[in-house]
Each structure stands twice: as structure tokens, then as C-alpha cells.
């Protein structure tokens, strides 16, 4: 029973994969097949995803942006730094609708200044202009005390001087009560004492949480929050209360932009240029996989098959993160080929020099996989650590924050990952199963 089971999940993860990988648009006689895709709501949740491969802006083509800066009102000390901040902010809002590789840019152009933005393979183009562009500028608001005894019609709300720079972090949670998405705020030590006063001066009446001038949340104060935690309820859906976090954690921009200019553009690299691009890798791949079979026969046979379930899974967790490919990245996937070939040399080596010492097959088996393990691992996490430092997840300063790299970083890395396993896990199980010592 428990072969079974492990047999049943086995296929179905196999199964899984494959329809992850399938091409887009394929025709099978009078049907029309594409990868697989999800539309389901769980838990009161709406879960609404597509696994299909997303190119970049060298291979697709995308939107072309332009934004122009308001420095009416900005120092002359302070204007470099604030329109870096500012196309920093905008390159990471731009990031959160996935491994998008964005070309971010300040243009000066006499006295005005501009930002421009190229979006690669994104699709809600105005979902992303509504992001970029958005100040989320938070604030706290109380009604105001009136001596007038004549009721008005609506309160009349100030400033409590808590706002968005308060914040030390905005999160997705759920209501325990109903289960609605809301956004938990965090405040710093400034935000919490300003939030206590405000609470305890507003017992039984509502604070008015004001984004971009949008009301959206009047809680009631039944008692003082003093601990600097709070939440922003309304009607909100998950994506809406996400990108509400985002925009609080990502931070106002300095400075106003407004939108100049928008236009599609086509891929730089062209048609032909891609299509050379992908006759060059699957030569390349032909030929590792005629290496591997002329050079040591059937186990060179069962490394090619590991060499194809490689791939196979390597596409399947692009397309699910999604990660926007662009040249670089290809490049990155290809590179991560040759370290999946070379931890089955290494292994088919070590083999091969245990079976010259007179042991069978079985037991060469078993040393050759112990003794090339540590090599193998070595080798990748070596090459997972540049990968981390070229990515800079963290962004830290000293190292590459945007462009290219870190695409070339994200797929190496998914490579090497994914060769580690087949090349321990799963290039062993085919050994067990498939080769027979010959006689």
C-alpha cells in the first residue's frame, strides 16, 4: 500500500508537470491545447492563475512609459535624491507583478525632469500605470470639535498628524470573525504613542483612515490601542487589500508624477534573432545529449532522460513563479544545463573507478554516488551563492539592485537547484530501476 501511494503521487506530480509545460496554442486535430490554468475559489478566496511563459521586453516587446516629474516644490539640494527615490519606489511596485526585469530610468530634459518606464510582458498595463503612479499617502484623521450646535450633514475631519511614515509595515491578514482580507499596520515607536492619544481621545467615536484622500476605513474606538498595531477594514477584496500593502510598504513617492506618454514596443532582439537564438540552444542540448549516450552508453542514456525530467521541471517553476524571460535569463537556463551535466560525469566517473577496483556494478553504484555527492554539492552551492549575491533579494546597496543580471541570477539559480535534485535524486532512481550490470 504504501509503494502504491508513493507510486500515485509519483504520476501525479509527473502528470502535473507535463500539463504545467504544455506549449501554448497547441492543435491536437480540431482542438486547441494550452498549459494548465486555475480558476477556483477555496476558502472564500479567489485563486486565478495561468502557467504560461511570460518574455521580456527583448523578446516580446511590452509598454513603453513616460512620466513626468513635479519639482515645483522640491529643493535644489534635494532633487537628485528624490527622483532616485523615486524611480527606486517605482522599480520595485513594478517588480510586484513578478520577475518583471523593468528599465527604469531618470531623463532630464531642460528644466524638466522625467521617468521612464519599460514593462515587459506585463498585461494589466493600466493596473501598472495605476501603481506606478499612485502616492498612497496614508493618514489618520479625527472629526473635528465644533462649538456650532447646528448638525451638519457630514463630519468635518482634521489631521492627527499620524501618517504613512509612521509605518513600520503593512501585511495581508484575515478577519478571525468573517474571514474578509485586511490590511494589519504596524507603527513605529513615534506612530504607536501618536496612535494611543489618538485612541484614547476618540473613545466611542470613529478614526477616519484616509488613503490618497480615499476613506477607506472608520473603525470605531471601543478602547485605547497602545500596543502600535491596528487594521484597515473595508470591502476589500484579497488583490485589493494586497495591493493597498504594497503601496504602504513600497512607500509614497517623493515627488508627483503624472503620465506623458504611453506606447506598445515591439521585441529589440527580433524575430530572427529569437529564432536563432532558440536553434543555437536545442544544438547545444543535441549535442550534451550525444555525448552522454556515445560516451558512456546506457548510462548516458539514462542521463539524457534525467537531462529531459531536468527541463521539464525547470520550465514547470518558471511558469508558476512566473519569471519573465528575457536573453539574459535564457542564458542563465542554459548555463545550469552544463552544472546538470556535470554532476552526472562527476557521478558516472567516480562509478567507472570503483568498478575498475573489481567491485560490481551495485556496490560501484552506491560509492561512486557517495563519493561524488560532496563535489556535486559544493559546486552548486558555490554557484548559488553568486546567484544570491547577483539577484540581491535583500537590495543591498553595495550590489546590483536592478536590470538583467538578476533575471540571469533568478534562472541559474532555479537551475542549479533543480540539477542538484535531478542529478542526486533522480538520476540514481533511474540507475536503480533501468541499468542491469551486463554479464
Same mark, same amino acid.
Given at each position: 500500500?504504501?509503494?502504491?501511494?508513493?507510486? !500515485? +503521487?509519483?504520476?501525479?506530480?509527473?502528470?502535473?508537470?507535463?500539463?504545467?509545460?504544455?506549449?501554448? /496554442?497547441? @492543435?491536437?486535430?480540431?482542438?486547441?491545447?494550452?498549459?494548465?490554468?486555475?480558476?477556483?475559489? &477555496?476558502?472564500?478566496?479567489?485563486?486565478?492563475?495561468?502557467?504560461?511563459? @511570460?518574455?521580456?521586453?527583448?523578446?516580446?516587446?511590452?509598454?513603453?512609459?513616460?512620466?513626468?516629474?513635479?519639482?515645483? /516644490?522640491?529643493?535644489?539640494?534635494?532633487?537628485?535624491?528624490? &527622483?532616485?527615490?523615486?524611480?527606486?519606489?517605482?522599480?520595485?511596485?513594478?517588480?510586484?507583478?513578478?520577475?518583471?526585469?523593468?528599465?527604469?530610468?531618470?531623463?532630464?530634459?531642460?528644466?524638466?525632469?522625467?521617468?521612464?518606464?519599460?514593462?515587459?510582458?506585463?498585461? =494589466?498595463?493600466?493596473?501598472?500605470?495605476?501603481?506606478?503612479?499612485?502616492?498612497?499617502?496614508?493618514?489618520?484623521?479625527?472629526?473635528?470639535?465644533?462649538?456650532?450646535?447646528?448638525?451638519? $450633514?457630514?463630519?468635518?475631519?482634521?489631521?492627527?498628524?499620524?501618517?504613512?511614515?509612521?509605518?513600520?509595515?503593512?501585511?495581508?491578514?484575515?478577519? =478571525?470573525?468573517?474571514?474578509?482580507?485586511?490590511?494589519?499596520? $504596524?507603527?513605529?515607536?513615534?506612530?504607536? @504613542?501618536?496612535?494611543?492619544?489618538?485612541?484614547?481621545?476618540?473613545? /466611542?467615536?470613529?478614526?477616519?483612515?484616509?488613503?490618497?484622500?480615499?476613506?477607506?476605513?472608520?473603525?470605531?474606538?471601543?478602547?485605547?490601542?497602545?500596543?502600535?498595531?491596528?487594521?484597515?477594514?473595508?470591502? !476589500?477584496?484579497?488583490?485589493?487589500?494586497?495591493?493597498?500593502?504594497?503601496?504602504?510598504?513600497?512607500?509614497?513617492?517623493?515627488?508627483?508624477?503624472?503620465?506623458?506618454?504611453?506606447?506598445?514596443?515591439?521585441?529589440?532582439?527580433?524575430?530572427?534573432?529569437?529564432?536563432?537564438?532558440?536553434?543555437?540552444?536545442?544544438?547545444?542540448?543535441?549535442?550534451?545529449?550525444?555525448?552522454?549516450?556515445?560516451?558512456?552508453?546506457? &548510462?548516458?542514456?539514462? %542521463?539524457?532522460?534525467?537531462?529531459?525530467?531536468?527541463?521539464?521541471? $525547470?520550465?514547470?517553476?518558471?511558469?508558476?513563479?512566473?519569471?519573465?524571460?528575457?536573453?539574459?535569463?535564457? %542564458?542563465? +537556463?542554459?548555463?545550469?544545463?552544463?552544472?546538470?551535466?556535470?554532476?552526472?560525469?562527476?557521478?558516472?566517473?567516480?562509478? @567507472?573507478?570503483?568498478?575498475?577496483?573489481?567491485?560490481? +556494478?551495485?556496490?560501484?553504484?552506491?560509492?561512486?554516488?557517495?563519493?561524488?555527492?560532496?563535489?556535486?554539492?559544493?559546486?552548486?552551492?558555490?554557484?548559488? #551563492?553568486?546567484?544570491?549575491?547577483?539577484?540581491?533579494?535583500?537590495?543591498?546597496?553595495?550590489?546590483?539592485?536592478?536590470?538583467?543580471?538578476?533575471? !540571469?541570477? &533568478? #534562472?541559474?539559480?532555479?537551475?542549479?537547484?533543480?540539477?542538484?535534485?535531478?542529478?542526486?535524486?533522480?538520476?540514481?532512481?533511474?540507475?536503480?530501476?533501468?541499468?542491469?550490470?551486463?554479464?
Amino acid at each position: 500500500m504504501k509503494n502504491f501511494f508513493k507510486v !500515485f +503521487f509519483l504520476v501525479a506530480i509527473s502528470v502535473l508537470i507535463l500539463l504545467i509545460d504544455l506549449p501554448e /496554442n497547441l @492543435k491536437i486535430g480540431s482542438y486547441t491545447v494550452n498549459p494548465l490554468s486555475v480558476d477556483l475559489k &477555496l476558502f472564500g478566496i479567489n485563486i486565478k492563475k495561468d502557467f504560461k511563459t @511570460k518574455l521580456g521586453l527583448d523578446l516580446k516587446g511590452g509598454s513603453h512609459l513616460v512620466f513626468e516629474a513635479d519639482t515645483k /516644490n522640491i529643493k535644489a539640494e534635494d532633487l537628485q535624491d528624490s &527622483l532616485s527615490s523615486a524611480r527606486d519606489i517605482i522599480e520595485k511596485r513594478v517588480n510586484f507583478f513578478g520577475v518583471s526585469e523593468p528599465t527604469v530610468q531618470t531623463i532630464r530634459s531642460g528644466n524638466s525632469y522625467r521617468i521612464s518606464v519599460d514593462l515587459p510582458g506585463v498585461d =494589466q498595463v493600466k493596473e501598472a500605470v495605476a501603481l506606478i503612479g499612485k502616492t498612497a499617502q496614508l493618514s489618520f484623521r479625527e472629526e473635528k470639535v465644533s462649538d456650532d450646535k447646528e448638525a451638519t $450633514s457630514s463630519p468635518v475631519l482634521v489631521e492627527t498628524g499620524l501618517t504613512g511614515k509612521h509605518i513600520k509595515k503593512a501585511v495581508v491578514d484575515f478577519n =478571525q470573525q468573517d474571514g474578509n482580507p485586511q490590511v494589519a499596520l $504596524s507603527f513605529n515607536d513615534e506612530g504607536a @504613542k501618536l496612535f494611543g492619544e489618538i485612541t484614547s481621545r476618540n473613545l /466611542n467615536k470613529k478614526v477616519y483612515i484616509v488613503v490618497d484622500n480615499f476613506l477607506v476605513s472608520d473603525p470605531v474606538v471601543r478602547q485605547p490601542i497602545l500596543d502600535g498595531n491596528a487594521v484597515i477594514t473595508s470591502n !476589500f477584496s484579497v488583490d485589493e487589500a494586497k495591493k493597498l500593502a504594497i503601496s504602504i510598504n513600497s512607500g509614497a513617492l517623493p515627488i508627483s508624477i503624472k503620465l506623458v506618454e504611453q506606447k506598445n514596443i515591439g521585441p529589440t532582439l527580433g524575430a530572427t534573432e529569437i529564432r536563432k537564438s532558440v536553434y543555437a540552444g536545442a544544438i547545444g542540448l543535441v549535442a550534451v545529449l550525444l555525448f552522454m549516450i556515445l560516451y558512456y552508453g546506457r &548510462l548516458g542514456m539514462i %542521463a539524457s532522460l534525467a537531462l529531459i525530467i531536468y527541463g521539464l521541471i $525547470s520550465l514547470a517553476i518558471v511558469r508558476i513563479i512566473p519569471v519573465v524571460l528575457t536573453l539574459p535569463g535564457i %542564458a542563465g +537556463f542554459i548555463l545550469s544545463i552544463g552544472m546538470a551535466v556535470d554532476s552526472n560525469i562527476l557521478i558516472f566517473e567516480r562509478i @567507472k573507478e570503483e568498478m575498475r577496483k573489481g567491485k560490481d +556494478f551495485d556496490i560501484a553504484s552506491k560509492l561512486g554516488f557517495g563519493r561524488a555527492i560532496d563535489a556535486i554539492k559544493d559546486a552548486n552551492i558555490t554557484t548559488l #551563492t553568486v546567484a544570491f549575491i547577483l539577484f540581491n533579494p535583500l537590495n543591498w546597496s553595495f550590489l546590483p539592485q536592478f536590470g538583467m543580471v538578476r533575471g !540571469f541570477a &533568478l #534562472t541559474l539559480a532555479i537551475g542549479v537547484g533543480t540539477s542538484l535534485f535531478t542529478g542526486i535524486v533522480i538520476t540514481k532512481r533511474l540507475i536503480k530501476f533501468f541499468y542491469k550490470q551486463p554479464k
